[in-house]
């Protein structure tokens, strides 16, 4: 089945830019969904279709994906980015959602 | 605003039955599928199957099949997931969703649930 690879962290310090990454076979095919997962909290959208960024979600946090691996890009971190971010594409082998492994952001 | 509210905490017994909810405002339920994520303690987000409440059409994640159901109550804009043996196993959070259906390869989801948490122990 199609595997979706994540670092298991990050880490940067406040004011930088942190890069997490999402690797898988032909994912430059696939459109990629990022979501963001603070400590004790229910995840939170924040791209959607590679780059596509829901109302509410600071332009701080930007999708690329130019290849193989697509990437989320917080710019400017802040303390409160510190969380769990998972990305999630289509497994086109067995025709379902399928999430990355999650990569934990911490900030410095 | 769009809401999805889900039932409390539940502490079960392995064997025991359980149905947990999701009860959705500030859209129309009948026109957006509905899904319910786990997590399993420590560990990463896995979709279970998702329910077009307008007529209860279900899609589950194979790994999941037969050992839950999901259906729902238009009447009510609730969305439900049912165990009819819990196992030990079953022990984690699960999250109801809004899932955004952008063509049948390009779903996401969009509004999450806070979670319930589903303790199973002897």
């Known amino acids: 089945s199609y595997v979706v690879t994540q670092e298991p962290s990050v880490s940067v310090a406040p004011g930088q830019t942190a890069t997490i990454r999402c690797g898988g076979n032909?994912?430059?095919?696939?459109?990629v969904h990022w979501y963001q997962q603070k400590p004790g909290q229910a995840p939170v959208l924040v791209v959607h279709?590679?780059?596509d960024r829901p109302s509410g979600i600071p332009e701080r946090f930007s999708g690329v994906k130019s290849g193989d691996p697509a990437t989320l890009t917080i710019r400017r971190v802040e303390a409160g980015d510190e969380a769990d971010y998972y990305c999630q594409v289509w497994d086109s082998d067995n025709g379902q959602p399928i999430f990355g492994g999650g990569t934990t952001l911490t900030v410095l | 605003e769009v809401q999805l509210v889900q039932s409390g905490a539940e502490v079960k017994k392995p064997g025991e039955s359980l149905k947990i909810s999701c009860q959705v405002s500030g859209y129309v339920f009948t026109a957006y599928w509905t899904g319910w994520v786990r997590q399993m303690p420590g560990k990463g987000l896995e979709w279970m199957g998702i329910i077009f409440p307008r007529d209860s059409e279900t899609q589950y994640n194979p790994s999941f099949q037969g050992q839950v159901t999901i259906s729902a109550d238009k009447s009510i804009a609730t969305a439900y997931l049912q165990w009819d043996s819990l196992k030990a196993s079953d022990t984690a959070i699960y999250y109801c969703?809004?899932?955004?259906?952008?063509?049948?390869?390009?779903?996401?989801?969009?509004?999450w649930g806070r979670g319930t948490l589903v303790s199973v122990s002897s």
């Open positions: 279709d590679d780059t």
């Open positions: 032909n994912i430059e095919t696939k459109s």
């Open positions: 969703v809004r899932v955004i259906r952008r063509h049948l390869s390009n779903w996401y989801f969009d509004i």
